[in-house]
């Protein structure tokens, strides 16, 4: 088999992807640049980085992503909260790095300045419903009503829609992942990786646990509502950053299924 013509397709698909994440900013850019212009049709504006690809796949759910390529997503759980998010907010500014929010819609109506802000600055929000119930415990009516108010809220505070969902505890059935893709549009996404941050276990515990758990197309679990995770997150980011790998949202992850 011919390798040849696979190989052209995913070069510009990579540059897509190097024009737009963080590391790959700059003088690097130039060094792919030939491929450029058999990329994309829309052209971004001179100096901006390329939008990168999104998509929600094909499947009710995802622990990771298919695919081989050094990308993996931060996810957020259980906030946004009046002092960590903030704070988490500056760091990822900092370093440049893109993450998911899966927020609890109570949250979302007490802080919906800390919601526009994390849309602001290029995050993800997902669905992580209202009350953050045991979704096995409902009936469907029940699950769709929280789903339903948890998007709503973020809609109404922030003008974009979630378009995937974390099941609080991890708990959801599969017969509930298929109607909730189905009638929602969102695929489940639980994680690969989870330090267990929510234990309080140590900053430097955190860490080594998500660097050593990482791996391409990996979707790392914690949770802002917890100081020491924010504490946790410089260094996370810094050892994950050294190690070859690169932030994307999650629906960015997704995108990149089979791809290299
Ligand atoms: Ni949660």
């Known amino acids: 088999m011919n390798l040849l013509p696979i190989r052209l397709k995913i070069a510009p698909f990579l540059l897509a992807f190097a024009l737009g994440v ?37 499947q009710d759910s995802y622990s990771r992503v298919a695919t081989s390529l050094p990308f993996i997503a ?30 609890v819609g109570t949250n ?3 802080y919906p300045e800390i919601m526009r802000r994390i849309v602001a600055e290029g995050h993800e929000i997902g669905n992580h419903t209202v009350n953050h119930p045991n979704l096995t415990k409902l009936s469907d009516d029940g699950v769709r009503k929280e ?78 509502i917890h100081a020491p995770t924010i504490d946790a997150m410089p260094a996370t980011i810094d050892q994950l950053l050294a190690k070859g790998y690169q932030f994307v949202t999650v629906t960015q992850l997704i995108a990149m299924e089979h791809k290299g």
């Not at 003088?27 to 052209?43: E, H």
């Not at 709503?152 to 599969?174: C, M, N, W």
């Open 74 to 103: 931060l996810t957020f759980d259980d906030g946004p909260h009046p002092t960590n998010t903030p704070r988490l907010l500056d760091l990822l500014k900092s370093k440049n790095v893109k993450a998911t929010f899966y927020v």
């Open 22 to 58: 963080a590391g790959f900013a700059g003088t690097s850019c130039t060094t792919t640049g030939k491929k450029s212009k058999s990329s994309t049709t829309t052209a971004a504006p001179t100096g901006a980085p390329a939008p990168l690809p999104t998509s929600t796949g094909t």
């Open 108 to 110: 979302v109506r007490r």
């Open 147 to 224: 789903l339903r108010d948890c998007h709503q809220a973020i809609v109404s505070t922030t003008g974009v829609a979630p378009r995937t969902l974390r099941p609080p505890y991890g708990a959801i059935t599969s017969a509930q992942k298929s109607w909730i893709r189905k009638e929602f549009g969102y695929p489940s996404i639980m994680w690969s990786v989870d330090p267990e941050d929510w234990k309080k276990p140590g900053s430097s515990v955190v860490t080594s646990r998500l660097v050593s758990g990482a791996g391409p197309g990996g979707i790392l679990l914690v949770h802002d």
